[in-house]
Antibody
Framework: EVQLVESGGGLVQPGGSLRLSCAAS????????MSWVRQAPGKGLEWVSA????????YYADSVKGRFTISRDNSKNTLYLQMNSLRAEDTAVYYC???????????????WGQGTLVTVSS | EIVMTQSPATLSVSPGERATLSCRAS??????LAWYQQKPGQAPRLLIY???TRATGIPARFSGSGSGTEFTLTISSLQSEDFAVYYC??????FGQGTKVEIK
């Protein structure tokens, strides 16, 4: 059974940093691209960042480029999102998400974690 | 940048009726489109990928159609569990703003 379990969310002041983690199990982690997708309170889904299975290719939404860094440790089956210079508008539930097709980046998402809430406020 | 626009924002439908949701791309995305369902407090669930292929375990009452810039998600006979928010997503990554399907 595929499982994605996020952790690391919480309350942080504007300008602060936070690192999210996503522990994956139930599939060959290194074969699949992974993404972070966020959802601000009462709002829609926003794709944030994606990384290829090998970790060699990364992509970011313009809204987070230069502030967020996605990475993965395939030996630990774990995905990360390092978030720096956080702003109030980054407040959201952050979902870890798995691409449906192996070795394809940017395809449909077939599994989602339960999400972790990040609140940026003073 | 390709923009995905969903309509309507809210759709009021009675149980047992058909629901038709639209998603329009600002330029062609071929058949690289997925649909997701999200219920309150839950993560999204993949319904349709490749514009028209149902994901594993998705009931046959859900169907997707379209290509290029115009796409449709049809729910043939709404069940109580189908009242939710539906998002289209262009591959790669760009989501529409969502359509809420509510009980009429």
């Amino acid at each position: 059974e595929v499982q994605l379990v996020e952790s690391g969310g919480g309350l942080v002041q504007p300008g602060g940093s936070l690192r999210l983690s996503c522990a994956a199990s139930g599939f060959t982690f290194s074969s699949y691209a992974m993404s972070w997708v966020r959802q601000a309170p009462g709002k829609g889904l926003e794709w944030v960042s994606a990384i290829s299975g090998s970790g060699g290719s990364t992509y970011y939404a313009d809204s987070v480029k230069g502030r967020f860094t996605i990475s993965r440790d395939n030996s630990k089956n774990t995905l990360y999102l390092q978030m720096n210079s956080l702003r109030a508008e980054d407040t959201a539930v952050y979902y870890c998400a798995k691409d449906q097709s192996p070795l394809e980046l940017g395809g449909s998402i077939d599994y989602w974690g339960q999400g972790t809430l990040v609140t940026v406020s003073s | 940048e390709i923009v995905m626009t969903q309509s309507p924002a809210t759709l009021s439908v009675s149980p047992g009726e058909r629901a038709t949701l639209s998603c329009r791309a600002s330029q062609s995305v071929s058949s690289n489109l997925a649909w997701y369902q999200q219920k309150p407090g839950q993560a999204p669930r993949l319904l349709i990928y490749g514009a028209s292929t149902r994901a594993t375990g998705i009931p046959a009452r859900f169907s997707g159609s379209g290509s290029g810039t115009e796409f449709t998600l049809t729910i043939s006979s709404l069940q109580s569990e189908d009242f939710a928010v539906y998002y289209c997503q262009r591959q790669p990554w760009t989501f529409g703003q969502g359509t809420k399907v509510e009980i009429k």
